[in-house]
């Protein structure tokens, strides 16, 4: 016997995880509404409101979407090609961009009055032309028509051929971008609904209205095709990966709000893809040259993404050419942005006075003044520090290569890790122990589909929660596929 839910009392207990038990706040009783749905998190027990105007519109989204793949077996390659083109003329078009420019300006000047971190918002020229470029790669990739796999028998043969998984539910943050980024599951012939940030969300409505919808319209593609979810509350994520019709969930941005979405997204019976904690490692070998060090540092710093340098551990030395390059890559790398650099150190270092002193720190809410260093627990070595403006990075002194590979695997959330030496046989040692899918041995910013492989991602894997199959950390949209096979009979008298 089910009846609905219709209200909430204070105090409420709500079963979860078979025997755990959580009470509804007065805060949320009083918030919810007959017809609002309630989302029990089977993990951690949190209480997820969802008001019934932000699941009608996530739904709606998803509707439309799943309609669109029902039709997308009938798109031709050229038209998803065409619909690459368009949509990358359109965004190129300073006539059409104008207006997308402006509702990102709106945007910006929205978040930071309200002290929000605009560092990723902004849609710079580079951001446009990084666009763009990531729609022309994908109007030149061609999904390859011919079988995958054929198997011949006397008579008959079974073939394997790709085909469209179904709709991708894409939550990610407000980062203009990764718009471009997510219509790449079209060329494997999927369909997108998507949730971007509330900070962008201006952003994504005018890039749909100018560009998107016109080249979906141009192709021929089904509308619906890529759909976005027109709300700025947080809930309306919630509900889009409740939604059983997705295929497989695919969350980016902050650690905790990823893995509350993936959990959302698991109890609904779909696959989740999920990439939030970032954050990468630099590993400073005793042989290891100063100048190539300050260097790698440096050109790891140049803004604050999930592959930026955070975590630099120098091999036995707290005093030194080597860490003396570590910190001269980080004054320079905050020089270049006109901010001070921020230092966290595990154990004692004999740093210059000037890294004691107080000085103005950049941060989303304005600058605050604070140490230029300040000491940290060994616990902390992972903790990815979301900085603003001011480059922000962990110093350690570990007493051997080994120890840091320790450390990193202990730590950090198994992502990145790069090695400086000009030993052959230690960088073969490292790469065989060190449980990353990225491993380098320079600058920890070349960790970016789109830069490394030509293939514009959705978003990168770390291995916090074990390893992944395929192409290891990297999702994008033409890896996004299933398998049907095909038995194709060339005689009447085959039988078993």
């Known amino acids: 016997m089910s009846a609905r839910l219709t209200e909430l009392t204070p105090g409420m207990a709500i079963p979860f995880g078979g025997d755990r038990v959580t009470y509804v ?16 998190v089977q993990d951690t027990g949190d209480l997820l409101h969802v008001p019934s105007d932000v699941w009608e519109v996530a739904i709606s989204a998803v509707s439309r979407a799943y309609e669109a793949f029902g039709r997308m077996g009938g798109v031709t390659s050229e038209q998803l090609t065409s619909f690459y083109r368009r949509f990358a003329e359109l965004l190129a078009d300073d006539s059409v961009f ?24 902004e849609l710079t020229d580079r951001m446009r032309a990084d666009m763009i470029e990531a729609l022309r790669i994908w109007e030149e990739t061609e999904m ?32 203009p971008n990764v718009f471009a980024d997510a219509t790449g599951v079209l060329r494997s012939r999927n369909t997108v609904v998507f949730r971007i940030g509330s900070d962008a969300l201006g952003t994504a409505r005018a890039i749909a209205e100018h560009a998107l919808e016109p080249a979906i319209a141009a192709a021929g593609l089904p509308e619906g095709a890529v759909s976005l979810v027109d709300s700025p509350e947080r809930s309306a994520g919630w509900a889009m ?5 997705l295929a497989v969930a695919v969350a980016r941005g902050s650690g905790p709000a ?16 999920l990439h939030g904690t970032g954050g990468a490692w630099i590993v400073v070998a005793p042989d290891a040259d100063p100048a190539y060090v300050e260097e790698v540092v440096y050109h790891s710093l140049d803004r604050k993404v999930c592959n930026t340098l955070n975590t630099a551990v ?5 005093s030194g050419p080597r860490v003396e390059a570590v910190l001269a890559g980080l004054r320079r790398a905050a020089e270049r942005r006109g901010t001070n650099p921020k ?13 004691k002193e107080a000085a103005p720190i950049s941060r989303a809410g304005g600058e605050v003044t604070e140490p230029r260093a300040e000491p940290i627990e060994k616990a902390r070595l992972g903790h990815e520090w979301e900085w603003e403006a001011s480059p922000e990075i962990t110093l350690w002194s570990a007493p051997s290569v080994d120890a840091a590979i320790d450390a990193f695997n202990t730590h950090s959330p198994r992502f990145i890790a790069s090695l400086v030496s000009q030993d052959d046989s230690l960088h073969e040692a490292f790469y065989a122990r060190i449980d990353a899918p990225f491993v380098g041995n320079g600058f920890t910013r070349w960790v970016d589909g789109q830069y490394a492989l030509r293939r514009p991602e959705l978003g990168l894997s770390n291995w916090e929660f074990g390893r992944l199959f395929g192409r290891g950390g990297v999702l994008s949209g033409d890896s996004i596929y299933t398998l049907r096979t095909r038995a194709i009979q060339e005689r009447p008298d085959i039988g078993r």
């Not at 990823?258 to 698991?266: E, I, K, S, T």
């Not at 120098?314 to 707290?318: H, K, P, R, T």
């Not at 230092?343 to 890294?355: A, N, S, Y």
Request: glycine share 10%; hydrophobic share 45%; aromatic share 8%.
């Open 25 to 40: 706040t007065p805060e949320l009783a009083a918030a919810f509404r007959p017809g609002d749905r309630l989302i029990v």
């Open 98 to 121: 104008a207006p997308i420019a402006e509702a990102n300006a709106a945007d910006v000047e929205s978040a930071r009055r309200r002290g929000r971190s605009t560092t990723r918002l």
């Open 144 to 175: 390859p028509d011919e079988p995958v796999e054929v198997v011949a028998h006397d008579g008959w043969r079974v073939e394997v051929h790709r085909a469209g998984l179904g709709v991708v539910g894409f939550v990610f943050e407000g980062r």
């Open 241 to 245: 990966f409740s939604d059983r019709r």
């Open 258 to 273: 990823v893995a509350q979405l993936g959990a959302v997204a698991r109890q609904a019976g779909t696959p989740v893809s």
């Open 314 to 318: 120098v091999v036995g030395e707290v």
């Open 343 to 355: 230092l966290h150190h595990v154990g004692d270092f004999d740093l210059d006075p000037w890294w």
